[in-house]
């Protein structure tokens, strides 16, 4: 049974237009984390949430925002996606100081 | 920067060998590492965890070796099979995050 749940596994957007990707878990897990992954490379952190404590990496950019309304459930929103913004995002879930479940992640096209 | 990088991007191993992916990592305060596995199109797939209180941790035909003193991990996989292709990563967390190396390719000669 999946425990970190992305929806929608494949989305296009149109280039500009504001794009919401979703995540849950099961795992009732404190930590939350959104990553981008683009081919042939390391997932990249853009941001995590302690609880509601959300920390953004120094250089994630501005366009890129997210919400954690509760425990369960986190959103990465891109506001003007750009075609450099292609990539895989993942979802990634811990306990404080623990390993993180990621889920399938969804990969986002831009046309 | 990254803290956290690996020597090799792509290893061959001959079906049956044993596998050693090596990582070094940068950040001395890290106190967890964790290696992961990557198959095309998915996830990332927790395989095991060390705290930096041990040198030593194995699982399932997994083992990973931590050197502190020389910021040193490393994930041995024993009679390597075909599904163990794939990419992995080691990751360590750090400040309540969990940062990335570049990764290993290891792909399995019959």
């Known amino acids: 049974d999946a425990m970190v749940i992305q929806n929608p596994r494949y989305q296009v957007t149109q280039f500009g237009k504001p794009v919401t990707l979703s995540c849950s878990q099961t795992?009732?897990?404190?930590?939350m984390y959104w990553y981008q992954q683009k081919s042939s490379q390391a997932p990249k952190l853009l941001f995590h949430?302690?609880?509601?404590?959300?920390?953004n990496e120094a250089d994630t950019p501005d366009n890129f925002q997210s919400r954690r309304p509760n425990t369960s459930f986190c959103f990465l929103d891109i506001r003007s996606p750009g075609l450099g913004d292609a990539a895989m995002y993942l979802c990634?879930?811990?306990?404080?100081?623990?390993?993180?479940?990621f889920g399938q992640g969804t990969r986002l096209t831009v046309v | 920067g990254e803290s956290v990088g690996l020597h090799l991007p792509t290893l061959s191993v001959q079906e049956g060998d044993n596998s050693i992916i090596n990582c070094a990592y940068s950040?001395?305060?890290?106190?967890?590492f964790i290696w992961y596995k990557q198959e095309s199109g998915k996830g990332p797939q927790f395989i095991i965890d060390?705290?930096?209180?041990?040198d030593k941790r194995q699982g399932q035909r997994v083992t990973v070796l931590l050197n502190k003193t020389v910021k040193h991990l490393s994930l041995q996989i024993a009679a390597t099979q075909p599904g163990d292709s794939a990419v992995y990563f080691c990751?360590?967390?750090?400040?309540?995050?969990?940062?990335f190396g570049k990764g290993t390719r290891l792909h399995i000669l019959p």
């Open positions: 990634a879930t811990s306990r404080e100081n623990g390993g993180a479940f």
């Open positions: 795992l009732n897990h404190n930590v």
């Open positions: 949430y302690y609880d509601k404590d959300f920390n």
């Open positions: 950040n001395s305060a890290s106190d967890y």
């Open positions: 060390i705290r930096s209180n041990m």
């Open positions: 990751a360590e967390n750090g400040d309540d995050k969990i940062i």
